[in-house]
């Protein structure tokens, strides 16, 4: 069994670490945050000194982190995981990054005798937590096959989409409609709520039609709908995600409309202090802007899981 580094443990590395440990895979692990760290350790996992020391030590490196300059600077920056991996090593990283920032760092890989995988991550923070994440990989074959069982100890669900960017580019179109949602659910239960319906009834109308959509019918009664609006996956990183959405559709001269539209909405929450919140939490966001108590189910509802 190959030695896994797994460089950064947030809301979502680290339970995918935690079940990667619960597998039997020998782990070393580095984050920023030492608190993450010990909770690791104290599962079982090594903890590297730095990224360049979790790099030189292990044969696959994962790396989970926030945004296109801190995996660039992680990966191929000085000190980084190409400093110090062994040729022969592999990379993957299941970072929500910009595609070209991946085309690089493939080819940085590629140029240091080091193999190279981007497997971003479908679905919540509550499916990583339980092991039923699923996986976008972009990749050769060899590589793919190389990671597949860790894959397979971190979620429930794997497509392999093609050579390396593929995964990353997938994560893009899924996540536009994602995030998109929630805008459209905001919308449509603040309507609801301004026009006087009862928030139950009008769930049972939108599950029984085509108007119902995943976010609806599981993250937002796991969250905003019963009071919880703790981040599992922030308004802050939304936007950021819908930024990479844009900047992919100017590249390729693909007009996105409802993207832009989207954007802008995320741009408003966040501007009025709602950023660290779920993406749920974009009914709050909708319903303070009009002056709304935003809808909540009761106890005992039909609907909370």
């Not at 590297?48 to 292990?58: L, M, N, W």
């Not at 760092?105 to 479908?122: E, Q, R, S, T």
């Not at 703790?230 to 693909?254: P, Q, R, Y």
């Amino acid at each position: 069994m190959e030695k896994i580094g797994f460089i950064g443990l947030g809301r979502m590395g680290r339970p995918m670490a935690s079940n990667l440990i619960k597998k039997g895979f020998e782990l070393i692990v580095h984050d920023v945050n030492a608190e993450a760290v010990d909770a690791l350790v104290n599962l079982g996992a090594d903890a590297g000194t730095s990224v360049a020391d979790v790099a030189a030590r292990s044969d696959v490196i994962i790396t989970m982190l926030p945004n296109s300059a801190i995996v660039a600077q992680v990966i191929s920056g000085a000190d980084g995981v190409l400093s110090a991996a062994r040729k022969g090593a592999l990379v993957m990283d299941m970072s929500t990054i910009d595609p070209n920032t991946t085309d690089a760092i493939a080819a940085d890989c590629k140029a240091h005798g080091i193999g190279f995988v981007d497997a971003p991550v479908g679905r919540l923070a509550t499916h990583a937590d339980i092991g039923q994440s699923l996986f976008m990989v972009g990749g050769e074959e060899a590589d793919f096959e190389r990671v597949k069982s860790m894959l397979e100890a971190m979620g429930s669900t794997i497509y392999h989409c093609g050579p390396c960017g593929a995964g990353t580019r997938s994560k893009i179109v899924n996540n536009f409609l994602a995030v998109s949602l929630c805008q459209l659910n905001a919308e449509a239960l603040t309507l609801a709520t301004g026009l006087g319906l009862d928030i139950e009834n009008t769930l049972d109308v939108l599950y029984g039609t085509t108007a119902t959509n995943g976010q609806l019918k599981i993250n937002w009664l796991q969250k905003v709908l019963v009071g919880d609006t703790s981040a599992g996956f922030t308004i802050d990183l939304a936007h950021k995600d819908l930024t990479l959405v844009m900047e992919s559709a100017n590249a390729a001269k693909v007009p996105m409309p409802m993207a832009a539209a989207a954007r802008e909405a995320f741009s408003q929450a966040r501007a009025r202090k709602f950023g660290g919140k779920d993406f749920s939490a974009m009914l709050d966001a909708n319903c303070d802007a009009v002056g709304l108590e935003p809808p909540r189910l009761p106890q005992g509802s039909r609907h909370r899981t």
